[in-house]
């Protein structure tokens, strides 16, 4: 079950702290130039460096849908029913936000439906 993490800052910003992390990812894995070398980039480091890979990885990750939840929330405001056809999703051919989301984020509509509904309660009680 996904649970949201608020972001703590910890000393450095949010952007900061992910091009940091896409940094030493750069370490461990030199400069690859296409997905598919990937595979082989990763067979190459020893066991440590595949385990701060899968770590600085999976950080990146979670900071990413935070912001991809964030996003969500806010394109599901702007496409209320009171917005209408004017309202973000609609003006782009979608009935819905959730629909939106899904189309974007290639994710199944069940997925886009929970990033819509865990993105909108950031903005629970904020001004709209």
């Known amino acids: 079950m996904f649970v949201l993490i608020r972001w703590e800052n910890r000393g450095m910003e949010l952007f900061t702290d992910i091009m940091a992390r896409v940094a030493a990812i750069r370490d461990l894995t030199g400069?690859?130039?296409d997905a598919g070398l990937l595979p082989a980039a990763v067979d190459r480091l020893d066991d440590g460096e595949a385990v701060a890979?899968?770590?600085l990885a999976s950080e990146v990750g979670r900071m990413v849908e935070r912001l991809r939840t964030a996003?969500?929330?806010v394109v599901a405001r702007r496409?209320?029913?009171?917005a209408g056809h004017a309202g973000v999703a609609q003006a782009r051919g979608h009935r819905s936000a959730v629909a939106l989301v899904q189309r974007l984020t290639g994710s199944?509509?069940?997925e886009a439906?929970?990033?819509v509904r865990v993105g909108e309660t950031l903005y629970d009680g904020a001004e709209a």
């Open 108 to 110: 199944s509509r069940a």
């Open 71 to 73: 996003a969500a929330g």
């Open 113 to 115: 439906a929970r990033q």
């Open 79 to 82: 496409s209320s029913r009171e």
């Open 31 to 33: 400069e690859v130039p």
């Open 53 to 55: 890979l899968l770590e």
